[in-house]
């Protein structure tokens, strides 16, 4: 679950911080009422920009089982991990991600819900069987075929009725005002297996990014 | 090119040295040098002399809130300020801050002035009847109605204006059916944000609900603290609508000279079965909304 905090008379982001130390990005931890909380930053994670935004259907909940695929994963990762808390299980893969030796090293001691996979053969969509059925994929890969690894991957691991977050540049799906067709194609490749539920703008936050977010049909 | 615009936005050095600048300024916007103001500074000083609005102009959005503010600021006996959005932000903002936009008590009865503010937000946040109840309890309430078909498709074209949306209007209204469908089945999943921003984008459907909004505000105030009138009064019949409201705000009748209508956009017209599919959809939410009022808008097509 998400918490908004007041802290100096604003109000913030956070998640509930479980393991009691920050030593995974160097959380700003707020301690209120006897319980820890880590700020999320909007401006460093696309996760709460996209929160903060105004998205309306928040897919992962307590226990919630995420694929989570992003080449630079430390923020967004460890509130993620905060929310599921420990009866839940993230999945990272382990080569698309920079500096991911040092990395897992600090996770591992910390945050038992964390799981790092390998891709199988370098083929983006195939890891190693130890993933079943997941309820949320989360992808911000930044590649030109990312909306195809995205749904290649919702094929393999996402159970029916599950969510996709999908971090686009807007460029690929703005065709209200610039209709040509290959923009519309874009969006189209998702239109087939799933229903968009929700595209929130990153404006304000990150530049020329939207998150899609999409119900699985199978 | 798309991948070197991803690499920028996504990474923030972390060793550069006006980045720390800036990262720290949004955490401690009071000392933003940008945001510092002397004539605001001044009046928040003196907030203690100053009065809180006779009225406020609640709503709804896209309905011809902002021309309605400049036709009454044309008026030589009223005050008033627009898009404050205090109510909204009551959390982290003081009011002492909110009464620094308004004139002081001693220039108010000098020149016997009517003050009033206008957000036109207001009207669907679930929190502010309660909080306009406590700060202002004496309030007079005006809220303008358009047809909830023209405020639903006026409200996306305006956010496709704005950068906001970015897909058609079918495909915009069918993800919020859906939306609405997951809120109501898996409550669950609907984000705990009473903030602003999930109030305004995005609800195209469900802001065209007035009579569920006005319902909330009636368990606060009495129905003679309302003015509800219709946009289309304002629009074909402007100085009858004004008569009410000057009427309404006990001020003289007063005859405006610029008419010129505020915020218009320009987009192309709905089409035909996306207009069908919205009057069928309000029609029952139209109804109760006459039931209530007692009156009857014409909106059914």
Redesign the interface.
């Known amino acids: 679950?998400?918490h908004?905090i007041?802290v100096?008379?604003?109000?913030k982001l956070a998640t509930l911080n479980n393991v009691g130390i920050n030593e995974v990005y160097n959380e700003k931890l707020i301690e209120i009422n006897g319980k820890q909380y880590n700020l999320w930053n909007p401006?460093?994670s696309k996760l709460a920009a996209a929160?903060?935004?105004?998205?309306?259907?928040?897919?992962i909940?307590k226990k919630t089982n995420v694929l989570y695929l992003d080449?630079?994963i430390e923020k967004t990762l460890s509130h993620i991990s905060d929310i599921i808390g420990v009866s839940g299980k993230i999945f990272v893969v382990k080569d698309i991600i920079k500096n991911s030796k040092n990395f897992l090293e600090k996770v591992r001691n910390n945050r038992a819900n964390i799981f790092s996979i390998t891709r199988k053969n370098g083929v983006p969509e195939k890891f190693s069987p130890s993933i079943k059925m997941v309820n949320v994929v989360y992808v911000d890969i930044?590649?030109?075929n990312e909306t195809e690894v995205a749904i290649q991957n919702c094929k393999n691991y996402l159970r029916n009725g599950g969510f996709l977050m999908l971090v686009v540049?807007?460029?690929?799906?703005?065709?209200?005002?610039n209709p040509s067709r290959q923009n519309l194609e874009e969006?189209q490749k998702l239109q087939s297996s799933f229903?968009?539920?929700?595209?929130v703008?990153l404006?304000d936050f990150?530049?020329?990014?939207?998150m899609i977010i999409a119900?699985y049909l199978g | 090119m798309?991948?070197k615009?991803?690499?920028s936005?996504?990474?923030?050095e972390r060793s550069s040295f006006t980045n720390k600048i800036r990262?720290w300024l949004?955490d401690?916007?009071d000392f933003n040098p940008y945001r510092f103001s002397l004539k605001r500074a001044y009046r928040i000083m003196t907030n203690q002399l100053r009065v809180l609005p006779d009225f406020v102009v609640i709503g709804s959005t896209k309905s011809g809130t902002t021309s309605l503010h400049y036709y009454l600021i044309q008026h030589p006996g009223i005050i008033s300020e627009r898009n404050v959005h205090f109510f909204e932000?009551m959390?982290?903002n003081s009011i002492e801050w909110y009464r620094a936009y308004f004139p002081t008590k001693a220039y108010k009865n000098f020149k016997k002035l009517t003050v009033g503010e206008q957000t036109a937000t207001y009207l669907f946040h679930p929190l502010i009847p309660k909080r306009i109840h406590t700060t202002i309890p004496n309030a007079k309430l005006i809220v303008v109605l358009r047809n909830p078909v023209d405020r639903a498709y006026s409200n996306y074209t305006h956010q496709?204006r704005e950068?906001?949306?970015?897909?058609?209007f079918e495909?915009a209204i069918k993800?919020e059916l859906?939306?609405i469908e997951?809120?109501k089945n898996n409550s669950?999943?609907?984000?705990?944000?009473?903030?602003f921003?999930?109030h305004?984008?995005?609800s195209y459907l469900r802001h065209g609900i007035y009579v569920d909004f006005i319902k909330a505000w009636m368990e606060f105030f009495t129905k003679e603290q309302f003015l509800i009138l219709p946009t289309y009064d304002l629009n074909n019949n402007r100085a009858k609508f004004l008569k009410q409201v000057f009427d309404y705000l006990n001020v003289q009748n007063f005859e405006i000279k610029d008419v010129e209508r505020q915020n218009v956009g320009e987009y192309k017209k709905l089409d035909k079965s996306m207009r069908k599919f919205l009057v069928d959809y309000y029609r029952p939410h139209n109804e109760r909304l006459f039931k209530l009022l007692e009156k009857n808008f014409d909106w059914d097509k």
């Open positions: 679950m998400i908004w007041t100096k008379n604003r109000k401006y460093t929160i903060v935004n105004g998205m309306e259907i928040f897919p909940l080449t630079t930044a590649q030109q540049p807007t460029k690929k799906i703005d065709f209200v005002d969006m229903e968009i539920i929700q595209q703008n404006t990150f530049k020329e990014h939207s119900k | 798309i991948r615009i991803i690499n936005s996504n990474q923030i990262l949004l401690n916007p932000y959390q982290t496709v950068g906001i949306e970015k897909r058609t495909e993800s859906k939306r997951i809120c669950e999943y609907k984000i705990n944000n009473d903030d921003s999930n305004v984008i995005f």
